[in-house]
Structures are given as C-alpha cells and as structure tokens.
C-alpha cells in the first residue's frame, strides 16, 4: 500500500514538474514525444530480433560445447 502511494505521489509530482519546465508548448512538445516514440518503436522492433537470434545462437553453441566435453569425457 505504502508502494502503490509513493508511485501515486511521485507520478504526480514528476508529471507537474515536467509540465513547469517543459521547453517547448504543450502541443509541439506532444508532437515532439509522439515522434520520438515512434522511432523508438521503430528501433526497437529492429533490434529485438537481432538480440533474440544472438541469445540463441549463444545458447545452441554451448549445449554444443556441453555435449562435446561429455561424448569426450564419456570416451566416445
């Protein structure tokens, strides 16, 4: 509860202080955000796959060193 009442609390302080030091008016600085997030958004769709196909591969190559040293250990 007490969580969930200091989030609360810093939201609303965060967002009032943004809106008293905003560098630009309310609607340019909307525009300016929202194109921002769209890049964003962009960049990120062209990074996860990068980054899930890397994380794979790293775990296929050591299943593949982990079952080397154990044919090995076993001899064969």
Do not use: C, D, Y
Request: charged share 20%; proline share 4%; glycine share 8%.
């Amino acid at each position: 509860m007490k969580f969930a009442a200091g989030l609360l609390f810093g939201t609303v302080v965060g967002a009032a202080a943004a809106i008293l030091v905003a560098p630009m008016p309310g609607h340019r600085l909307r525009g300016s955000i929202s194109k921002e997030a769209k890049k964003l958004a962009v960049r990120a769709t062209e990074l996860i796959p990068n980054e899930w196909a890397q994380m794979a591969e790293e775990e296929v190559t050591r299943e593949i060193l982990e079952n080397v040293t154990n044919l090995r250990t076993a001899g064969l």
